[in-house]
């Protein structure tokens, strides 16, 4: 196949997500345009620049259609739990119906750092944790002693309001004293 350049790789780039229904990962996309991965982080970095609603999961790039963007209501809950409990924390909110966005931690030197998750469900949430195991990664609450935010989107606010109540009687959820 001949390499894709510039411009019309981005639109074919951009083409391939908003038709897909699942992440696609980047050495994916590099194998359609026939270019490297790093040249696909670049475009996305481009792509997002331009307001794409491109977002980068642990399981690839996704594409949000607007009406995913619509259709559902979110809220960042402050959590707070050691490591070896991230997958019953993330387990226990796709279990309620709710998508883990991301995870914020406020570190002392950088500020916030916000990083991507997009977990909707349990083969999601195996695949992330999977992913952390084989490369040995830490989890970003490991930089503030276990305590984070995770912004989470739902279908409704009583499914929110379910996902925090059952967090709060696993003593995941961080609560005013």
């Not at 038709?19 to 026939?34: C, E, M, Q, V, Y």
């Amino acid at each position: 196949m001949k390499k894709m350049l510039g411009e019309e790789r981005r639109l074919q780039l951009l083409a391939q997500l908003k038709k897909s229904t699942a992440p696609i990962t980047g050495t994916d996309l590099a194998k359609f345009a026939n270019v490297s991965r790093q040249v696909i982080v670049n475009d996305m970095t481009l792509l997002k620049a331009r307001n794409e609603p491109i977002i980068a999961t642990s399981q690839g790039y996704l594409y949000m259609h607007q009406e995913q963007l619509q259709q559902t209501v979110e809220r960042t809950i402050p959590c707070f739990h050691s490591a070896e409990d991230a997958e019953d924390e993330l387990i226990t909110i796709v279990d309620c119906g709710g998508t883990v966005k991301n995870v914020i931690v406020e570190h002392p030197i950088y500020g916030e750092i916000t990083a991507s998750i997009m977990v909707s469900n349990r083969h999601e949430v195996n695949k992330f944790i999977q992913r952390v195991n084989e490369t040995q990664a830490s989890y970003l609450s490991e930089l503030t002693g276990g305590t984070h935010l995770h912004v989470i989107s739902a279908p409704s606010v009583d499914i929110l309001d379910l996902i925090e109540l059952t967090l709060q009687k696993k003593s995941y959820l961080v609560v005013d004293q």
